[in-house]
């Protein structure tokens, strides 16, 4: 590894980059939400929406705070830090978990809210009730517990903020990888839940397998949740060892997980604005360049017929005629 390595302005673009898909996820949910009527019994922004919103705030405060890292040696070896980067970095990384860990729950129950919207308590089974509260439970549990633990880790507390303490903290301690496989457990639950109720309802095989996928497909940051895990567990050894450098790895992921997180969430309450652009420009447009093709075509086949009527008539007279004077002119020889 040479003392060169610098990870940070590449890291730099990546975050700026799920900065603006985090907005636009938020953007274009609010603007989905907008086009559908309202009243004092059915407003159109509900509670999953304002959690959605809270979520997208602490992610981007999450995010600033990565960047905020980069000038103080995150994505260079801690051996080429200046001296005084130490400390302003520990604290960043410090903060960056404690809001990670509020960021990365609340899209979990901004979903879980939008389950008890879509699917009310009245009409699901006392299963389907019971399974909403635990998932909410749990995912209550897991940031008190993920919150408590990061600030308990460092032995002494001040540890984790200090550099002349810094080497006693163990990245590799059972915490942190029971963190993160608990958060991929709780993101299952949030994925599985709705789908027994899809099946259920009253619509052809079609419409049930394309919301399955919508859902599926929304709630696709379980994947990066594992991505972060495993990255974790793989890296953990090393990560005591040089973290303004390898810790970045694991940065990553945990930077794609919370605006995906965000789109996931955002992606189902995006219809309505896909079924009003696909009525006010899709289906236009597409009846337009039917009806076009169509005359095109009516016109080609009506003009290609009169040529081939005109070339017809007008040669089979000229063609009798000189075979008629040819033959004269043979026979008066």
Known sequence: MADSDDLGPSFRIYVIFMIVLTV??????????SLLPSSRQTPRYRWDDWIALGAGVLISAQLAIELAMIPFGFGRHIWTLQPGDL?????LLFASYIVFHFAIALPKVSALLFYSRV???????TLFNSALWITHAANVAWVLG???GTILACEPLAEGRNESLYGVCEPDTPYWTGSAVSSVIVDFAVLVIPLPKIWTLQTSMGRKTGLTVIFVLGYSVIVVSLGRTITGIISKDALGSDPTYLTIRVFYWASAEVPISILSIC?????????HINRKYLEPLTTRI??????FRQDWTGDTTYRLESITTDYEPT???????SRDELINR
């Not at 699917?119 to 089974?125: A, D, E, G, K, L």
């Not at 992606?267 to 079924?275: E, G, I, N, Q, Y």
């Open 24 to 33: 636009a996820s938020l953007a274009l949910r609010f603007l989905s939400r």
């Open 87 to 91: 400390p302003k970095f520990l604290k």
């Open 119 to 125: 699917f009310p308590r009245h009409v699901n089974s």
């Open 146 to 148: 993920c919150t408590i």
């Open 267 to 275: 992606l189902p309450a995006m219809l309505p604005l896909a079924r």
């Open 290 to 295: 039917a009806s076009y093709t169509s005359r």
């Open 319 to 325: 063609d009798s005629a000189v075979t008629h004077d």
